[in-house]
Structures are given as C-alpha cells and as structure tokens.
C-alpha cells in the first residue's frame, strides 16, 4: 500500500529508526566529547551505559570538606593581612630611620656649636684674666711709683712708650679717686719735657674719663 507520496509505510519505519539510532549515536559521541573536554559533566548521568560498553566514567576530584574551605579562607585573609602589615612597618622604619639620620645630623651640628661656644667662652674668659692681670700689674705699677719720689718716678716714666705712660696715668688718677686723694699725674706731667707732656696731655683729653679728673686735680 502506498501513500500520495510514493513510498510506502512499512519502507519507512526503517529509515526512522536508523536515523533516530543515528541521532542517539550522535548526541552520545557528542556528550563523551564535551565531558571529556571539561565543557560539561555526564559521568553520573551515563555511568551505566559506560560500564555496558567497558568504559570507566571519569572521576572528579573529592571536593574539600566546608570548614577546611573556610579555614583554608581565614588563613589566606590572615596572610594577606599580615603581608600589609608588614610593609606598613617596613614603611615606618624607612622613615624612623631617615628621622634618626635627621636626628643625628642635627646632634652632630649642635655638638659643633657647643664646641664652638666652648672655645669662644674660653677665648673670653682667656681675655678677661689678661685684663685682670694687666690691671693687677698697672695697679701695682702705679702704686709703686706713687710711693717713690716724684722726680724718681717722672725719669722713670719717661722711658715708658706711650700706650704704657697712658695706662700708668689712668690707674693713678683712678686709684686716686677711689681713695679720695689727690691724683699726682698732672705733677708728673709738669716734670716731663715739655714735648712729651703735651702730645700725653692731649691723648689724655681725648678720653672723656680722664678729662674731669685733670679739670678737679688743675682746680686744687
């Protein structure tokens, strides 16, 4: 018996069924390909049909247990935590260590300056012993020649240059004030000759402090 279409029903059972095996082939083959390929799993699925044609479905690896998952996580939360940790005290380091060479400049620049102070202390106080050994000697100087004659003292004094007369002078005239006495450098002066009494007299008026002293001695 035939249909419109010329072939025959039982014609075509056949051609059904080999075209359906041929699907199922397919999408079989295809399968075992892509699980193979890792694209998708059938191994649970298709075990069985494996087994019938001697084939061993693939096994997956056991999956870790939750909590190992999570320590495992905690741990390497805790190690990028402490990898941040360290680099933020390698960090303060660097600068504590930059802060200390700063610090340690500075020490050495303070340390130069007390020497410094030091040294220019010592230079002064060097300084100030000279004067006060050059006053203890114009003092005794001077109360040598108060206590000799005057005319002893006048040929003695003659000789001295002038920086020296001139300290001699000034001495006298204030351990004389000090004492309430009469200053004997205006006497000494008359007894010079008379060209070194002036070129003395007139240093001695450029200095304000001896001026009123020769005005007070000239007026008794």
Known sequence: MYNDSGYSRAGAAPRIFGLTLLVLVLLFGGALWFDFLGLIDVTAVMAPALRLIGLEPREDPPLPDEPMLLE????????????????????????????????????????????????????????????????????????????????DAVEIMVNYPDPLLLDVLLMTDELAEAQGQLSLVPFWLSQMPPARAATIGEKLELLPEITGAHERAGTH
């Open 72 to 151: 495992a996580e905690r741990i390497a939360k805790r190690e990028e935590a402490l990898a941040i940790f360290a680099e933020e005290l390698d960090g303060r380091e660097q600068a504590l260590m930059a802060r200390g060479s700063e610090l340690e400049a500075l020490a050495q620049q303070l340390g130069e300056r007390e020497l410094a102070l030091e040294d220019r202390e010592n230079s002064v106080n060097q300084a100030l012993r000279r004067v006060e050994n050059q006053r203890a000697a114009l003092v005794k100087l001077s109360t040598y020649l108060t206590n000799m004659p005057p005319a």
